[in-house]
């Protein structure tokens, strides 16, 4: 039988982390589940005190308080718990998600057919509000969906499942905490995976919900989440050396969006798809130029949702 510690960070989001917990008390599986919670809030401590507050949970639930702030350190405090457990997978899901019942296992039946050592599922969202025409479309708002089979990378960490030799693998800490407040951390950490040579794969019965509240679901919320994107690719390309040519057709994607702005009051005029295709690219690039020039959006110093 198979080990899995499902690994939660939670931040001040304690309506989240009942609904999510409510959820994976209802997994149907065959796996030795363990539920870690680490709470990054050392002050409210809300997260810690659901957990504390459970009774007769499905689950074994180890739950803790992890005080330096910042999701990269709240991330290898996980990691290090997980690693104090018997375990063969760890799986990490946000607080503001939660899965369908058939979750987890569709997850182990993929990661056997393809030998993946870490895996990503499909995150389908709900809406506190539903967002406009073309906010609908952007990235964090729009579902993530893959096809089930092996994958050339991971970008994000919402919704996946690690072999446990990946973690005991990295030089410590697996997560960089130089993206502590950024996001970026789980780019890094599957770059260095990827560069172990470690392979990747999507499950797309792996289903989990993500939680969009209203103060999310606008076209100015995604297109500075495409800016943070952009900042946090950029300083990941930089902290790693890569060839001449990577370089080439990095400076070729940004140089490709910049042109693109003179034409942006034309295609905004035709209020179409393209427009908000365009804003992305362009936004994603002056991410990325801030970044080169040593400036950092710390995206996740707010939170979104309850």
Same mark, same amino acid.
């Given at each position: 039988m198979v080990d899995v $510690?499902?690994? $939660?960070?939670?931040?001040?989001?304690p309506q989240s982390l009942t609904r999510l917990l409510n959820a994976l008390a209802k997994l149907d599986t065959k796996a030795r589940v363990t539920i870690l919670v680490a709470d990054n809030d050392v002050q409210r401590h809300e997260g810690f005190d659901v957990c504390a507050a459970l009774k007769d949970y499905r689950w074994p639930l180890d739950f803790f308080l992890a005080p #330096?702030?910042? $999701?990269? %350190?709240?991330?290898?405090? =996980? +990691?290090?718990?997980?690693?104090?457990?018997?375990?063969?997978? $760890?799986?990490m899901l946000d607080d503001d998600e939660w899965p369908e019942p058939q979750w987890l296992d569709a997850f182990l039946k993929v990661q056997?057919?393809?030998? /993946? !050592?870490a895996l990503h599922g499909d995150i389908l969202?709900?809406? #506190?509000t539903l967002p406009?025409? =073309?906010?609908?479309?952007?990235?964090?708002?729009?579902? =993530?969906?893959? %096809?089930?089979g092996p994958v050339a990378m991971i970008e994000g960490s919402g919704n996946i499942i690690v072999s446990r030799a990946c973690f005991e693998a990295l030089?410590?800490?697996?997560? !960089?905490?130089?993206? +502590?407040? &950024?996001?970026? #951390?789980?780019?890094?950490?599957?770059e260095r995976l990827r560069r172990q040579g470690?392979?990747? +794969?999507?499950?797309? #019965? /792996?289903?989990?919900?993500?939680?969009?509240? /209203? &103060?999310?679901a606008t076209l100015s919320w995604a297109l500075m989440r495409a800016y943070r994107v952009g900042n946090s690719d950029m300083r990941v390309f930089l902290k790693h050396s890569h060839t001449a040519a990577d370089s080439a057709r990095e400076t070729a994607k940004i140089a490709g969006a910049l042109l693109l702005f003179p034409l942006l009051f034309v295609i905004l005029g035709l209020a179409s798809n393209r427009a908000v295709d365009a804003l992305r690219r362009l936004f994603r690039a002056a991410g990325k130029i801030a970044a080169a020039l040593g400036r950092t959006y710390n995206e996740y110093a707010v939170t979104h949702g309850a």
């Open positions: $510690i499902v690994a $939660i960070p939670t931040f001040r989001r #330096e702030r910042g $999701i990269a %350190q709240v991330r290898n405090a =996980l +990691a290090e718990r997980a690693l104090a457990h018997p375990c063969d997978f $760890i799986a056997a057919d393809t030998g /993946a !050592d969202r709900d809406f #506190e406009g025409r =073309l906010a609908k479309r952007c990235d964090g708002i729009a579902p =993530l969906l893959g %096809q089930t030089p410590k800490p697996c997560f !960089d905490p130089a993206f +502590a407040l &950024s996001g970026g #951390e789980d780019r890094d950490f599957f470690r392979r990747f +794969a999507w499950a797309k #019965e /792996a289903r989990v919900h993500a939680w969009v509240p /209203a &103060s999310r």
